[in-house]
């Protein structure tokens, strides 16, 4: 039986994996600021403004889903430290009215979120270690996991760690559009000495979310990937796994660009519950390129 789901934040880099991937089992309703980048027998491209409440409102109460992955958010940490009444709506205020309406509805929440809620000193978190957001994005994205565990009923938190990829739709918050293009000019890419991660790619991203869409799984699941890698060592593995020179990629220091905020330093994921719980495997960081480089995407 076909199963009606909303995706909000449909034409980012994480919701268009979601839109794209849903296979027939889905009747996908998504929710965006944005023109439909796409058009497909069984995806239904809703134009709202996610701080209108009532406009939100009213597509829920008419659709009446079965399943919800909010992916919305305001995702760029310095556009957050800089916008904090903006980034409180859109990351805190939206979760609490998707879970609200879930809660009447009984529709199941997927809520996504971030590494970026740990404070870095320890690294390989799991779901129940203490969180401590280093920066105003991380505080948004923390109280939105709690606005979704006061409000909803049948849940879950994908947390996700950096996220590599592709867009589906040509745009969205990714590093590696930009890293291949200067690659390809031979140009240098300065990416962060320091900082550690557990990087997924969005095509794995978007399926277990859609898997946990469709089960019972309850709590929150860290959706990371196999390898704890500094961000420096992933950029040059990456660059040499698709035949560019891994010289290309040097270390710098973050700390001394102007304006960049603080990023927690090691927020490696600890992934054993998504690999013991769900379908979807999780990825080396080469194998995880090569599913990302030969996924087709949606334009
Ligand atoms: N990318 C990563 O590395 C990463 C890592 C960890 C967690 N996450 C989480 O993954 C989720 C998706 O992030 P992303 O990387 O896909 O970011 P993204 O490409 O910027 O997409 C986020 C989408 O949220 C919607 N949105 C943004 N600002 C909005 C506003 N003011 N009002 C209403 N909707 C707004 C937009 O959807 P429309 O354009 O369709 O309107 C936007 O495309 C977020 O919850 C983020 O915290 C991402």
């Given at each position: 039986?076909?199963?009606?789901?909303?995706?909000?934040?449909?034409?980012?880099?994480?919701?268009?994996?979601?839109?794209?991937?849903?296979?027939?089992?889905?009747?996908?309703?998504?929710?965006?600021?944005?023109?439909?980048?796409i058009?497909?027998?069984?995806?239904?491209?809703?134009?709202?403004?996610?701080?209108?409440?009532?406009?939100?409102?009213?597509?829920?109460?008419?659709l009446?889903?079965?399943?919800?992955?909010?992916?919305?958010?305001?995702?760029?940490?310095?556009?957050?430290?800089?916008?904090?009444?903006?980034?409180?709506?859109?990351?805190?205020?939206?979760?609490?009215?998707?879970?609200?309406?879930?809660?009447?509805?009984?529709?199941?929440?997927?809520?996504?979120?971030?590494?970026?809620?740990?404070?870095?000193?320890?690294?390989?978190?799991?779901?129940?270690?203490a969180?401590?957001?280093?920066?105003?994005?991380?505080?948004?994205?923390?109280?939105?996991?709690?606005?979704?565990?006061?409000?909803?009923?049948?849940?879950?938190?994908?947390?996700?760690?950096?996220?590599?990829?592709?867009?589906f739709?040509?745009?969205?918050?990714?590093?590696?559009?930009?890293?291949?293009?200067?690659?390809?000019?031979?140009?240098q890419?300065?990416?962060?000495?320091?900082?550690?991660?557990?990087?997924?790619?969005?095509?794995?991203?978007?399926?277990?979310?859609?898997?946990?869409?469709?089960?019972?799984?309850?709590?929150?699941?860290?959706?990371?990937?196999?390898?704890?890698?500094?961000?420096?060592?992933?950029?040059?593995?990456?660059?040499?796994?698709?035949?560019?020179?891994?010289?290309?990629?040097?270390?710098?220091?973050?700390?001394?660009?102007?304006?960049?905020?603080?990023?927690?330093?090691?927020?490696s994921?600890?992934?054993?519950?998504a690999?013991?719980?769900?379908?979807?495997?999780?990825?080396?960081?080469?194998?995880?390129?090569?599913?990302?480089?030969?996924?087709?995407?949606?334009?």
């Amino acid at each position: 039986m076909t199963r009606r789901l909303i995706v909000t934040g449909a034409s980012g880099f994480v919701g268009g994996s979601i839109v794209c991937q849903a296979g027939d089992a889905w009747e996908v309703h998504a929710f965006s600021g944005r023109e439909p980048p796409i058009r497909r027998d069984g995806l239904v491209w809703h134009r709202l403004d996610l701080l209108e409440p009532g406009q939100v409102t009213r597509a829920f109460h008419e659709l009446r889903p079965n399943a919800v992955i909010h992916s919305a958010a305001i995702a760029d940490i310095e556009y957050c430290q800089t916008h904090q009444d903006e980034a409180w709506r859109v990351n805190v205020e939206t979760a609490r009215l998707v879970a609200e309406l879930c809660r009447e509805g009984g529709v199941r929440l997927v809520h996504v979120s971030t590494d970026t809620i740990f404070d870095g000193e320890k690294g390989g978190y799991r779901e129940d270690d203490a969180p401590g957001p280093v920066n105003y994005y991380g505080q948004t994205k923390l109280a939105a996991e709690a606005a979704v565990v006061a409000t909803a009923v049948n849940w879950a938190i994908g947390r996700l760690a950096i996220v590599m990829g592709l867009p589906f739709f040509g745009r969205g918050n990714t590093f590696l559009p930009k890293m291949l293009v200067a690659l390809k000019e031979g140009r240098q890419v300065g990416v962060p000495q320091a900082e550690i991660r557990t990087p997924v790619d969005v095509v794995t991203a978007g399926r277990a979310l859609l898997e946990l869409a469709g089960n019972e799984f309850q709590g929150r699941i860290h959706l990371a990937g196999n390898e704890v890698v500094r961000r420096v060592d992933m950029a040059r593995r990456i660059a040499a796994h698709v035949g560019f020179s891994p010289d290309l990629i040097v270390p710098n220091d973050p700390s001394v660009i102007p304006g960049r905020v603080a990023r927690p330093r090691d927020v490696s994921l600890d992934n054993t519950v998504a690999r013991t719980t769900l379908k979807t495997p999780m990825r080396e960081l080469e194998d995880a390129v090569d599913l990302v480089m030969r996924t087709k995407m949606g334009n």
